[in-house]
């Protein structure tokens, strides 16, 4: 009999739980929506505010490329040999490069590039902002007549994404050199059939999901965290729970992400 009334309050909590849980994304996606249009106007650009905006894409950006960019390095070494040597060892050279090509640029660097963004830059900006918005800071600019939106958090959306964007970009590059590298020495006897194989990788398909799947990561990246902060932060009062749940829901995005530039490149 308890076992009874208590089924109609368990699917009632977990109606209110699928509530809350379909309310957050809303949230976050509408606040997407106004960060975008932020980003879009040229006023959020002015010569007040590119100080801030130029500040916070520096410490995005240049204290963490360097070290991706060594340790993707060594990586796609690792990885380059491995699949090199497995090729040669099955009778299958000649499609050892374009499984580089396909394993390392188009499907882990930006996967790790977005992640490593995440943990260094995402997370510790939306610890800084909650902590602004809970010392009263987002209501004391408010009351100066300035945005907290365009003056603290755009900068750091902006950031994220930059971020996320130029370490894809620089390990793409440093990894095609390594391949060809690894594969025909320094000599630029192999770079025709190389440039022709990347080439065959880089169709116009698979090309657009690549950069479609790198602007929605680095945009996932910069935004969800914040957004989670925002909004969770206020309601549980709690920094480290809405990190953790800005965490797991940014992970789920870019899961999401990933899975879906895989069945519009192998399906």
């Known amino acids: 009999m308890s076992a009874l009334l208590s089924s109609p309050g368990?699917?009632?909590?977990?109606?209110?739980?699928?509530l809350r849980w379909l309310a957050g994304w809303w949230r976050i996606v509408h606040f997407g929506a106004v960060?975008?249009?932020?980003?879009?106007?040229?006023?959020?650009?002015?010569r007040g505010r590119r100080p801030a905006l130029a500040r916070q894409i520096y410490l995005g950006t240049a204290p963490i490329l360097l070290w991706f960019t060594v340790l993707s390095s060594?990586?796609?070494?690792?990885?380059?040999r491995i699949v090199?040597?497995?090729?040669?060892?099955?009778?299958?050279?000649?499609?050892?490069l374009e499984m580089v090509v396909r394993v390392l640029v188009l499907e882990l660097i930006p996967l790790t590039s977005a992640i490593f963004v995440a943990l260094r830059c995402a997370i510790p900006n939306a610890a800084?902002?909650?902590?602004?918005?809970?010392?009263?800071?987002?209501?004391?600019?408010t009351r100066a007549g300035v945005d907290p939106l365009r003056r603290e958090v755009l900068p750091r959306v902006v950031a994220g994404m930059f971020s996320v964007l130029l370490l894809v970009a620089v390990a793409c590059v440093v990894t095609l050199l390594l391949a060809?590298?690894?594969?025909?020495?320094?000599t630029t006897a192999g770079f025709a059939g190389y440039t022709r194989t990347v080439g065959r990788v880089f169709g116009p398909g698979v090309a657009l999901i690549f950069v479609l799947k790198t602007f929605f990561l680095a945009l996932a990246v910069g935004?969800?965290?914040i957004a989670t902060v925002l909004f969770e932060g206020a309601r549980t009062q709690l920094r480290l729970s809405a990190e953790l749940q800005g965490l797991v829901r940014l992970f789920t995005v870019v899961l999401l992400i990933e899975a879906a530039s895989l069945?519009?490149?192998y399906y």
């Open 10 to 18: 368990a699917l009632a909590e977990m109606g209110r739980a699928t």
């Open 84 to 96: 090199v040597v497995t090729a040669l060892s099955y009778g299958l050279s000649k499609y050892a």
């Open 263 to 265: 069945i519009g490149n």
């Open 74 to 80: 060594l990586i796609s070494l690792v990885v380059i």
């Open 128 to 141: 800084e902002v909650y902590d602004l918005r809970a010392r009263g800071g987002f209501a004391a600019l």
């Open 35 to 46: 960060i975008l249009v932020l980003a879009l106007s040229p006023s959020s650009y002015d």
């Open 180 to 186: 060809y590298l690894s594969v025909h020495g320094f």
């Open 223 to 225: 935004l969800i965290p």
